[in-house]
């Protein structure tokens, strides 16, 4: 069965500081894998996708994901963290054409002055 | 673009009571979903329609509920009747589904649904 592992639940970064945000995956075919933000009270946003190509892959508000098949793993990271970024990120799986997505349970992202 | 659009934005009922939930997708988008978001279970896809026709709902937790999309600029989610653990954050999300793999989902702020 597929699912995603995203095994922190909070994590606290001060302003500046680099981000690392862990996520796990078991898939059966070829996953297509996806970062969403979420801030509060509103919907999600794509930060990234990956499914094919060069296993690092760039995205919107300076993250970045790499793949790695082998850890079986999607971590995001972002070198220098803004208060802004403060908000919930989800990772997700899912098939070629991204219809059936399962989501990770999310990591919420707090930044420290 | 006014990207998805789902009203209300909060609902508060009693149990018992019928609760429909309404989602108009981005225009010209063919394909439309409709999670669910509770702090024990996530983010969970409960339907998902392509151009207007249900292709998998076998993410509803049950009979009670139902969705609907009855042409391609509107979906509802009902439930009938509704219970307290029905409370959740109720997501609608659409796509153009093509034949090539950038078939992102876009999302809409959510329905905070509360069963009392």
């Known amino acids: 069965a597929q699912s995603v592992t995203q095994p922190d639940i909070h994590i606290t970064v001060s302003e500046g500081a680099s981000l690392e945000l862990r996520c796990n995956y078991s898939y059966g075919a070829t996953p297509y894998l996806f970062w969403y933000v979420q801030s509060p009270g509103q919907g999600l946003q794509l930060l990234l996708k990956y499914f094919s190509g060069d296993t690092l892959v760039q995205g919107i508000k300076g993250f970045e994901a790499e793949f790695k098949r082998s850890q079986s793993s999607f971590n995001l990271r972002k070198p220098s963290v803004h208060w802004s970024d403060a908000a919930e990120y989800f990772c997700a799986v899912g098939p070629r054409g991204f219809q059936k997505l399962v989501f990770g349970t999310g990591t919420r992202l707090l930044v420290s002055p | 673009d006014a990207g998805v659009i789902q009203s209300p934005r909060h609902e508060v009922t009693e149990m018992g009571q019928e609760v429909t939930l309404r989602c108009k997708p981005i225009?010209?988008?063919?394909?439309l979903f409709w999670y669910r978001q509770t702090m024990m279970r996530g983010l969970e896809l409960l339907i998902y329609?392509?151009?207007?026709?249900?292709?998998?709902d076998s993410g509803m937790p049950e009979d009670r509920f139902s969705a609907k999309m009855p042409n391609a600029s509107f979906s509802t989610l009902k439930i009938q009747p509704s219970e307290p653990r029905d409370s959740a954050v109720y997501f609608c999300?659409?796509?153009?589904?093509?034949?090539?793999?950038?078939?992102?989902?876009?999302f809409g702020p959510g329905t905070r649904l509360t069963v009392l």
């Open positions: 329609f392509n151009n207007n026709v249900p292709i998998d």
């Open positions: 999300a659409s796509s153009l589904t093509s034949g090539n793999d950038d078939n992102e989902q876009f």
């Open positions: 225009s010209g988008h063919n394909s």
